[in-house]
């Protein structure tokens, strides 16, 4: 599988940007679809990740702004961040996998495939 993110820019606090993760190679419906981030000298963080079922999953600092959807029949998982804040900055990665299980969703060594990473940058 490969996975292609974009969508990444420059924003002003309180903007919105639609990250998209397009996958080519296998089709991605039986596989868990994440997005993760990372700043310079920081771990890789866990953003949102959606089920195969379509339940989704966030980490708590994006909770309520940011929404994870997916689309099957596309293979393509995207990721509408609202309200955005300067410390939403960070290189933000699309991933999948077809063997995690839920309460490895948070782990970013737990998948297999990985896009790119985008740049989002969100001025004060």
């Known amino acids: 599988v490969q996975l292609q993110a974009s969508g990444g820019g420059l924003v002003q606090t309180g903007g919105f940007l639609r990250l998209s993760c397009a996958a080519s190679?296998?089709?991605?419906?039986?596989?868990?679809m994440g997005w993760f981030r990372q700043t310079p000298g920081k771990d890789r963080e866990f953003v949102a990740a959606?089920?195969?079922?379509?339940?989704?999953h966030y980490s708590s600092s994006v909770t309520g702004r940011f929404t994870i959807s997916r689309d099957n029949a596309k293979n393509t998982a995207d990721l509408q961040m609202n309200s955005l804040k300067p410390e939403d900055s960070a290189v933000y990665y699309c991933?999948?996998?077809?063997?995690?299980?839920?309460?490895?969703?948070?782990?970013?060594?737990?998948?297999?495939?990985w896009g790119q990473g985008t740049q989002v940058t969100v001025s004060s």
């Open positions: 959606v089920w195969r079922s379509g339940t989704t």
């Open positions: 991933a999948a996998d077809s063997h995690i299980i839920l309460s490895s969703i948070r782990q970013p060594d737990q998948y297999d495939y």
């Open positions: 190679g296998r089709m991605v419906r039986n596989m868990v």
